[in-house]
């Protein structure tokens, strides 16, 4: 008995001795990698530079039609969205971002791409991964400091030790202007490691580092000039708030770096077509040899609903030629519309009616919009257009001449009209219908961003079309804006005119027609769609005034920066009906309110710097809250 | 038997969810009720903008409730028994606090209290007639803060409404003097004329607002029915 247990005893200490600890116990992990496997191969880092890439914090952009909704740029006609027009206020939280895990991130790449780790590999790809990271830390402060104002600067990975005590990891706010700042210089000093490469689109280059140079020099700018209107909206810390004595030097900044990327002349506006429209609409869909864009974020054609593509055609696609079931979700507003300038400089509503008190008449609803800046059918989509090669039917039914309407609630519905006994179609395909969700209910679609190709409208391949983020027009306009701030209203004109002749505009700008409000007006109509509206308003502090919560009609003064809008409108064209009248069948429009369309925005001085929640000053008592909340 | 199990069943499922009441915190009891007064007189601001917190010391977290002043100037708010500290938040109201710029509520059973505040203006003698179609108001607006602080007038309103909520949001008529425009703040005088109404209703609600310049926040008088 004894024997057999000192058999097994042996046969164990035999087996513990022919086994290699080291082997055995010391494996490489199959399910992730490793420091010394990433930071040594270039694909590797190039993929984790791509993710932080994709995750660059945005407001309005492909990944939200909804969004343009928010303010008076668009209608939303989508059921689940009507309470964006019913609502007056916007939460103080609206627009706010703590995004420090991201931050974090980038900290510990840019961390991992200077350590000795990357030393085998080419020193100009290092010093690109290096500046890379830090154009998207600074891209990270920026889109902070638009939407909280001065925010606790870290530049470096933190770390807790376990002490049970985090209170040294905790950072007070630094000063607006101090943030701004840092981007500015960050963006200096990492400009010639990057590529100076036009074909480099969605990769941080030197066009783009001056690009947004011009961009947040020029908030900053306009936050010390403009922010001496709203007294109210001031921290004593500085952390919201930039005195009006930085304002020049800003301006100076925003007008060297956005001249220098036109003088270098890589880049030129994006002129390949005939027909301007077609062409301000090609500007954002052609990925082929496009001169004019900086800075995107790409897409891939994919059946799977995982952001590789985009689904911005299919939400806004006219529902008459729609691919899919769906569509006609975002309305530009009239607010919008109205705001497009004849090509002879001067500005005019739509007028429906003559002095008499009958409607004007028209044979073709385009005849409405004849004349006009060349971007407003580049950037909507206009009744008695085509797109896809396809007509719109935008239209809302039959006026007859003893005042009423005939007119359906179903899609392109069939009706009998007076004294007839054959049903006719009595609405068009594409509404507009009051209340009937993808239909054109303020009488437009967009046109901007959307995909002509076929297929772009299905839900199974969607659009591989990108989001410009950066263009050269935005430079130029920058520029503009800059030199007229510095009195230089001559040079400013020129940076003007050269957007506007690519519009159509054939008469220039003298320096003496430059004004606040053009430049306002310009910005408007050149980035409508684009993301630009809510940090414009901001920075000029006109939020407040433009959006009041006051409930006015429609202003007549679209050339005017600070006229309310505080309710989308929308204009809908009718089919004359009265047999035997040479205006039988012809045209006539109606301005009219969305009848979803019941609140009317209100933007407060607290919403000028969004709301930093009660649990983010819990865990760090050193923040101090932002004005008027 | 079967009927036996479920009768069971149900008893036990019963009795766990009658138990829930035992490790449940009690719904706060107390009403603190007011207004915001200047001399005994409440001050008439816009719905849903004027607020002010609460806050309860002591606890490792502090999270505020936010109380909400009525058009009227009234608040009410339900608590818990403890003792809170009031504040108004920085550029709330068309006032200032009189003194220190915390108090502190104990609350111990329902209990009311008037905050009493200093607005930048008063609308004294609000008087409304109509005649035909057109409201007629007149008021004065007094000075009420003299010091280093004092602000200008931007402009006063005269909101008219079919309901009893009238302010720069919900009205049907309204018209403006812009504070540049006032000769003589003793004796202001605005009309208005009142727009056919569907339904047809033969009296609306009126009350005159004045907005500071460089406060958010309007102040008003009280809303007044007025017979057309």
Redesign the interface.
């Known amino acids: 008995m004894n024997k057999k247990i000192v058999y097994i005893l042996l046969l164990l200490l035999t087996f513990n001795w022919s086994c290699n600890d080291d082997d055995f116990l010391d494996r490489e992990p199959t399910n992730i990698l490793l420091d010394e496997q990433v930071w040594t191969d270039e694909a590797l880092i190039l993929s984790v530079v791509s993710d932080l890439y994709f995750r660059i914090p945005e407001y309005q952009s492909l990944e939200g039609w909804w969004n343009f909704a928010d303010f008076d740029e668009a209608f939303a006609s989508n059921f689940g969205d009507y309470w964006r027009h019913k609502n ?2 916007w939460g103080y939280g609206e627009w706010s971002l703590w995004n420090y895990g991201y931050i974090r991130e980038i900290n510990l790449f840019i961390q991992k791409a200077q350590s000795d780790l990357t030393n085998n590999l080419d020193p100009a790809v290092k010093s690109r991964f290096i500046a890379e990271g830090r154009f998207l830390r600074a891209n990270a402060y920026f889109e902070l400091v638009k939407r909280m104002g001065g925010v606790p600067l870290i530049t470096e990975p933190l770390e807790y030790d376990f002490s049970g005590d985090a209170s040294y990891l905790q950072r007070p706010r630094a000063k607006e202007s101090d943030i701004y700042d840092f981007v500015l210089s960050e963006l200096e000093e990492i400009k010639n490691d990057l590529p100076n490469d036009v074909n480099v689109k969605s990769r941080a280059t030197q066009a783009l580092v001056l690009a947004m140079q011009s961009r947040v020099a020029l908030y900053a700018a306009s936050i010390a000039k403009y922010g001496a209107t709203t ?2 909206v001031f921290l004593p810390g500085g952390e919201v708030g930039i005195p009006a004595s930085m304002a020049e030097s800003y301006y100076t900044k925003a007008l060297s770096a956005a001249e220098q990327l036109i003088k270098n002349g890589d880049y030129a506006l994006y002129n390949k077509k005939e027909d301007l429209s077609d062409n301000f609409a090609s500007l954002f869909v052609d990925k082929g040899n496009n001169t004019e864009v900086i800075f995107v974020r790409d897409y891939v054609q994919s059946e799977r609903w995982d952001g590789r593509a985009n689904l911005w055609t299919l939400w806004n696609q006219p529902w008459s030629g729609a691919e899919d079931l769906e569509g006609g979700r975002t309305n530009p507003s009239l607010n919008l519309v109205q705001s497009f300038e004849l090509l002879d400089n001067t500005f005019a509503t739509f007028e429906t009616m003559d002095g008499g008190g009958d409607y004007l008449y028209f044979d073709n609803p385009l005849e409405m919009f004849a004349g006009r800046d060349a971007r407003l059918a580049g950037t909507v989509i206009l009744p008695g257009s085509k797109f896809k090669g396809k007509d719109l039917d935008i239209w809302a039914g039959y006026q007859l001449a003893d005042g009423s309407i005939i007119t359906g609630d179903e899609f392109g519905q069939r009706k009998e009209l007076p004294g007839t006994d054959t049903p006719v179609q009595v609405v068009g395909f594409d509404g507009p219908i009051d209340g009937r969700e993808f239909s054109a209910q303020s009488g437009f679609y967009v046109r901007k961003h959307m995909d002509p190709q076929t297929g772009s409208g299905q839900r199974g391949l969607k659009s591989d079309r990108w989001w410009v983020r950066y263009r050269l027009a935005e430079v130029y306009l920058n520029a503009a804006e800059a030199a007229f701030e510095l009195d230089q209203a001559g040079k400013a004109a020129g940076y003007l005119n050269v957007v506007r002749q690519r519009a159509g505009f054939t008469t220039d700008l003298k320096a003496s027609d430059v004004t606040f409000d053009r430049i306002v007006h310009e910005r408007k109509v050149e980035l409508a769609f684009e993301g630009h509206e809510l940090w414009d308003m901001k920075r000029w502090r006109l939020a ?1 005034i433009v959006w ?4 006015v009609p429609l202003t007549d003064k679209p050339w005017k920066a600070d006229e309310v809008s505080t309710r989308v409108f929308g204009l809908w064209p009718y089919k004359y009906y009265e047999p035997g009248s040479e205006n039988n069948g012809k045209y006539i429009f109606k301005q009219i309110l969305p009848g979803q369309v019941t609140g ?1 925005d ?1 933007f ?3 919403n000028y710097y969004s709301f930093i929640n ?2 983010i000053r ?1 865990n760090n008592p050193q923040i101090v ?1 932002n ?3 | 038997m079967k009927k036996l199990k479920f009768i069971f069943t149900l008893i036990i499922a019963t009795t766990i969810l009658a138990s829930c009441a035992w490790d449940n915190y009690d719904e706060p009891q107390s009403f603190l009720k007011g207004n915001i007064v200047y001399n005994n007189e409440p001050i008439g601001v816009s719905y849903n903008d004027v607020t002010f917190q609460l806050w309860e010391p002591g606890w490792q977290l502090s999270y505020p409730i936010d109380v909400v002043v009525a058009q009227d100037g009234s608040y009410s708010a339900k608590l818990f028994n403890a003792t809170y500290k009031l504040v108004f938040p920085d550029g709330q109201g068309p006032f200032r606090m009189v003194g220190a710029d915390t108090l502190t509520v104990n609350i111990a059973g329902n209990q009311t209290l008037d905050i009493e505040v200093e607005p930048y203006y008063m609308i004294r003698n609000a008087q409304f007639s109509a005649s035909g179609r057109n409201v007629t108001a007149s008021f004065q607006a007094e000075k009420i803060i003299t010091d280093a602080d004092a602000l200008d007038i931007e402009r006063v309103n005269l909101y008219v409404n079919k309901g009893m909520f009238v302010d720069f949001r919900t009205n049907v008529a309204s018209t403006e003097i812009s504070g540049g425009d006032i000769a003589n703040p003793g004796s202001i005088s605005m009309s208005v004329s009142v727009p056919e109404l569907t339904p047809t209703q033969n009296y609306v609600y009126a009350r005159v607002g004045l907005k500071v310049a460089g406060r958010e926040d309007m102040i008003f008088s009280q809303v007044q029915k007025i017979d057309l």
């Open positions: 007056n206020d007294p109210a407040h009041n919560g006051e409930k009317a209100r407060r001085l607290g009660d649990e819990n809250k004005p008027n909340q």
